[in-house]
């Protein structure tokens, strides 16, 4: 049994019910012991608790209920936000592994950035707020190191996003580029390049892709990469590819949007905790 403090750091309590039924099924029965609201957590003892629940963690996102949690000295490793209970293939034994792991998520696109924002994971790469063409991300790949000791130079704006009226910049590394759609100047997505790629962790890292070529996909799952995960639209027999049926989803409006989706986790084709800790496919249910 699992004692459990409650606390509201929004009054979203939507997920709240469904956390509390997944906490009590997976471990075995919870001790709710007591429930507190914002700042009224400061000073209260959390030495006999084994999970602060955070009611309303999705409304503001688990990395900014993290830095609430820093700022009143809260243990991190006894976080959990209720959404995260809610997410198929869940177990805290698995959430608490993940959250230890320090795991380095290299993804194509903003899957990694999103994943690591809903589950509350530090950004321990620089791949984030941008994408790279499936091309250019497979030669990045093949030798990482390389171009991460690269200088990253300002080579246009580009206009072609909505989401970026007065256009976002896009960056040169060698000979591939960086299209770092999130960034308002390119000092900034520079700044923020060079201070994420000291974090990688080559120790437990995975890459993270998606393409609709077999080709790309054939020269991705021949890299020396300990965990991979490439997304298809397609059946393969490679090791590293991951079927997204594209008849699955409506709301999706093309296979990118699919795996946008899945990264925001408004429809999870795969165990994400599986996927991120071992690299291993466990379909759930559709």
């Known amino acids: 049994m699992k004692k459990v403090l409650l606390w509201f750091i929004t009054d979203d309590a939507r997920h709240l019910e469904g956390a509390l039924d997944k906490l009590n099924q997976v471990c075995g029965g919870i001790d709710l012991v007591a429930s507190v609201a914002g700042a009224d957590i400061d000073g209260v003892r959390t030495d006999d608790i084994d999970v602060i629940l955070v009611v309303g963690a999705k409304s503001i996102g688990m990395s900014d209920v993290v830095k609430a949690a820093r700022q009143?000295?809260?243990?991190?490793?006894?976080?959990?936000?209720?959404?995260?209970?809610?997410?198929?293939?869940?177990?805290?034994?698995?959430?608490?592994?993940?959250?230890?792991?320090?795991?380095?998520?290299?993804?194509?696109?903003?899957?990694?950035?999103?994943?690591?924002?809903?589950?509350?994971?530090?950004?321990?790469?620089?791949?984030?707020?941008?994408?790279?063409?499936?091309?250019?991300?497979?030669?990045?790949?093949?030798?990482?190191?390389?171009?991460?000791?690269?200088?990253?130079?300002?080579?246009?704006?580009?206009?072609?996003?909505?989401?970026?009226?007065?256009?976002?910049?896009?960056?040169?590394?060698?000979?591939?580029?960086?299209?770092?759609?999130?960034?308002?100047?390119?000092?900034?997505?520079?700044?923020?390049?060079?201070?994420?790629?000291?974090?990688?962790?080559?120790?437990?890292?995975?890459?993270?892709?998606?393409?609709?070529?077999?080709?790309?996909?054939?020269?991705?799952?021949?890299?020396?990469?300990?965990?991979?995960?490439?997304?298809?639209?397609?059946?393969?027999?490679a090791d590293s590819a991951w079927h997204i049926n594209p008849d699955v989803d409506a709301a999706a409006t093309s296979f990118a949007d699919r795996i946008n989706r899945f990264s925001f986790g408004h429809f999870i084709y795969f165990d994400l905790f599986d996927m991120l800790l071992y690299d291993r496919k466990t379909p759930l249910e559709i």
Request: proline share 6%.
């Open 72 to 237: 009143l000295h809260l243990p991190e490793e006894k976080l959990l936000g209720d959404w995260i209970a809610c997410l198929p293939g869940f177990t805290l034994d698995k959430y608490r592994r993940l959250q230890r792991s320090q795991l380095s998520i290299l993804s194509m696109n903003c899957f990694g950035g999103c994943v690591s924002h809903m589950l509350g994971l530090p950004f321990r790469s620089p791949t984030v707020n941008m994408f790279f063409s499936d091309e250019d991300f497979v030669k990045f790949l093949h030798a990482p190191k390389f171009y991460l000791e690269s200088e990253p130079r300002f080579e246009r704006l580009d206009f072609s996003w909505a989401g970026a009226p007065n256009g976002y910049p896009v960056l040169a590394l060698e000979d591939i580029r960086l299209n770092m759609m999130h960034y308002k100047t390119a000092d900034a997505a520079v700044d923020k390049w060079l201070k994420r790629k000291a974090r990688i962790n080559w120790y437990n890292s995975i890459a993270i892709m998606f393409t609709e070529d077999e080709k790309i996909l054939r020269e991705f799952d021949a890299l020396p990469f300990g965990k991979k995960v490439c997304f298809v639209p397609f059946e393969s027999d």
